[in-house]
């Protein structure tokens, strides 16, 4: 009996650990291949979204998603190929208050880069893509994503 005293503990701890931590952020991918469908499959993510928490007790009919998300091997080399690329760090640090949870997150020491035929914008949506092309890491902002 003692063994199993001293086993439970354990597998208790090791379940807390996923459930217990804090999610302040969405891992899914589905719904990012769904938003950007251009990005193709992704495998993996760290995203909000502005009714995550919403803290201001209105509903907002507006949508906005914001995170990192790991390009599959090859694809920025595609899109790279295919669209015109500059240099262009993103214009906000996660400053909504949604975003919190995202600052410090993503790749270190980023060379982020930008392409305007990517981008959305207009009739109620805007999207926004950075891509780092030393991790494959896209970082976007999308305003109505789905619509």
Known sequence: MGAGL???PAWWALRQVPDGAKKDWHTDTA???QAFPL???LTDAKWVSSRDNDRSGIPSPELVISGFARL???KLAELTAAHAFV???PFDDFSSWFEKPLKGEGPKNPQWIRS????RDGGGYHTALWFD??????RFRALN???
């Open 87 to 89: 240099s262009e760090e």
């Open 72 to 74: 599959a091997p090859g």
């Open 39 to 41: 990005l193709g499959p």
């Open 116 to 119: 305007q035929e990517l981008d």
């Open 6 to 8: 001293a086993v439970l």
């Open 31 to 33: 719904s990012l291949e």
């Open 145 to 147: 994503p789905y619509g």
């Open 133 to 138: 092309r030393r991790s494959e890491t896209v």
